[in-house]
């Protein structure tokens, strides 16, 4: 099946430093998203990019569809402690009934 | 507003035992559905997605089994449950407005003892 590689697996970082994560996949896909994690509940959708090259922001985070359409990067500016979680990228083709499949996430820590 | 509601949160069964998970949506209609299951430390796997009454689509073979008896009713069963079963289950909805743009619901965690 599809897999997609996201890195780093987990990252440590100080209140107020910027995070960069991101997502690759062996195959193209035309809708790339992010999801985050907190622990004990479900994900909950950050942002979603629907054409290749779009960079979308969405308050401190932003995030963009690579052109090659095999990946995508997700930026954390001035982090805060509730930005602790697990974040995700999913990607899907329109026509497959929204089947999402995710990455192995990638998570965040913020110490003080 | 759209919500989702799964239960039960949390449900510790000894292997061999029965499951039934419930996932229910409410203010919307004729949306497709979904389970996935989180194992712990891992990501999310698609288990089964339904497009409308009586329409299941499996993406794994396994040891669950999932029904769709209502338009906003989702139900993943088990007759006998493996250890394997752990994890965390998830259920999820479209409207069907934006291409993958799915809201989850609380979970469901799962132990088989």
């Known amino acids: 099946g599809q897999q997609l590689n996201q890195s780093p697996q987990s990252m440590f970082i100080q209140e107020g430093e910027d995070v960069s994560m991101n997502c690759t996949s062996s195959s193209i896909f035309n809708t790339w998203l992010w999801y985050k994690q907190d622990p004990g509940e479900g994900p909950v959708l950050l942002i979603a990019l629907y054409k290749a090259g779009e960079l979308t922001s969405n308050g401190r985070l932003t995030a963009q569809f690579g052109i090659t359409r095999k990946d995508s990067f997700l930026n954390i500016s001035a982090s805060i402690p509730s930005d602790v979680g697990i974040y995700f990228c999913?990607?899907?083709?329109?026509?497959?009934?929204?089947?999402?499949?995710f990455g192995t996430g990638t998570r965040l820590q913020v110490t003080l | 507003s759209q919500t989702i509601h799964q239960w039960p949160a949390t449900l510790v069964q000894p292997v061999g035992s029965p499951l039934s998970l419930e996932c229910t949506v409410e203010g919307t209609s004729n949306p497709n559905l979904y389970w996935y299951r989180q194992a712990a430390g891992r990501g999310l796997q698609l288990l089964f997605y339904s497009v409308g009454i009586g329409q299941i689509s499996s993406e794994v073979p396994q040891n669950l089994s999932a029904s769709r008896p209502q338009d906003r009713q989702f139900i993943l069963s088990s007759k006998k449950l493996l250890l394997s079963d752990s994890g965390f289950y998830l259920c999820a909805w479209i409207s069907g407005r934006r291409t993958g743009e799915l809201f989850f619901g609380e979970g469901s965690r799962l132990t088989v003892l």
């Open positions: 999913a990607v899907t083709n329109t026509g497959t009934a929204s089947k999402l499949t």
